[in-house]
């Protein structure tokens, strides 16, 4: 069953850091492209973050650009969103996709709450 | 970065009706574009991709069509699953963008 499980999302004050997970099952992670997509309360999608199978492209969003840090581990098939300066626009439920272009596949979503 | 600009925002339509959604993008992005679906509280689903290419499993009443900088979703007849929200994405040249979306609602 091919699916994708976020995990590592709280509550964390303005500041702080995050580690979001996103752990695949099902297809060969590591012929894959990761994105992140977060949507904040009420609002619409905004993409995130990309990672490229091998790590060698990594692209972001300016408004997370410098804070947060896409990685991965294709030998545990999971890809990663270190979050750091967390601020009170980044509260949002997060998301990660397959694909290179296009999301695919989406996990259900992990919620990050930035409030002091 | 591209602005992706979606119209209308909101719709109201009946089991039955033909819907179209357009997505204007603020420049030319030749076919990188895909449209999703996304019901409240559950993850977007990839409806279209290349513009114009349906997904698999995705219902034939739903098709996607455009070039350039003008894209639109038509859905051929509502089913009452249809009733949801829709998104466009550019995948053009990162950072990828999303419209702001268009939610169909029943009249």
């Known amino acids: 069953q091919v699916q994708l499980v976020e995990s590592g999302g709280g509550v964390v004050q303005p500041g702080g850091s995050l580690r979001l997970s996103c752990a695949a099952s099902g297809f060969t992670f590591s012929s894959f492209g990761m994105h992140w997509v977060r949507q904040a309360p009420g609002k619409g999608l905004e993409w995130v973050a990309f990672i490229r199978s091998d790590e060698s492209n990594k692209n972001y969003a300016d408004s997370v650009k410098g804070r947060f840090t896409i990685s991965r581990d294709n030998s545990k098939n999971t890809v990663y969103l270190q979050m750091n300066s967390l601020r009170t626009e980044d509260t949002a439920v997060y998301y990660c996709?397959?694909?290179?272009?296009?999301?695919?596949?989406w996990g259900k979503g992990t919620t990050v709450t930035v409030s002091s | 970065d591209i602005q992706m600009t979606q119209s209308p925002s909101s719709v109201s339509a009946s089991v039955g009706d033909r819907v179209t959604i357009t997505c204007r993008a603020s420049q030319d992005i030749r076919v990188w574009l895909a449209w999703y679906q996304q019901k409240p509280g559950k993850a977007p689903n990839l409806l279209i991709y290349?513009?114009?290419s349906l997904q698999s499993g995705v219902p034939s009443r739903f098709s996607g069509s455009g070039s350039g900088t003008d894209f639109t979703l038509t859905i051929s007849s509502l089913q009452p699953e249809d009733f949801a929200t829709y998104y466009c994405q550019q995948a053009n040249s990162f950072p990828y963008t999303f419209g702001q979306g268009t939610k169909l609602e029943i009249k």
């Open positions: 290349a513009a114009s």
């Open positions: 996709g397959n694909g290179i272009y296009y999301m695919d596949i």
